[in-house]
């Protein structure tokens, strides 16, 4: 798997984790008929022609971008929106995990959730088991 492939299928996997509702028929099906490694650059155009994914798969493309590159930090804010922080937080660490994903790792988390007739749903249990694995037990 070529690294803009990989970087692809981790923005969209994680991406339709986000989303509300089920893909429509038309778009699973689209999803469906992927195979990795072959064909993944169709999950890039699936993405951007269907508007409620188009708009978390490029925040996670942001996201995953940024993970990737060192950050300057910047002064914090006057009052912390402790919600919000915990939240992000949550989306670094799971950031960070996928980005550390290697190829086999990568396909056996994917693949299911591409062949799935809800793949929305599957990538949302995914992603919560990941939470949990990456949550450390309290003593």
């Known amino acids: 798997m070529q ?15 986000y989303l509300d ?6 778009v699973q099906t689209q999803v469906n008929q992927v195979n990795i490694p072959d064909n993944i650059g169709k999950l890039d155009a699936i993405a951007r022609n269907y508007p409620p994914l188009a708009e978390h798969y490029q925040t996670a493309r942001q996201n995953l971008k940024q993970e990737a590159e060192i ?3 910047e002064p914090l804010p006057a009052k912390i929106n402790q ?11 799971i950031l960070v995990a996928i980005d550390e994903l290697d190829d086999q790792n990568l396909t ?18 995914r992603w919560a088991k990941i939470i949990l694995s990456l949550q450390k037990p309290m003593l």
């Open 3 to 17: 690294p803009l492939e990989a970087y692809n299928l981790k923005a969209f996997v994680f991406a339709l984790s």
């Open 21 to 26: 509702a089920p893909l429509p028929d038309d």
């Open 71 to 73: 950050r300057s930090k």
């Open 83 to 93: 919600a919000a922080e915990q939240q992000n937080t949550e989306i670094n660490n």
């Open 108 to 125: 056996e988390i994917a693949q299911p959730i591409l062949n799935a007739s809800d793949s929305v749903t599957v990538a949302k249990d």
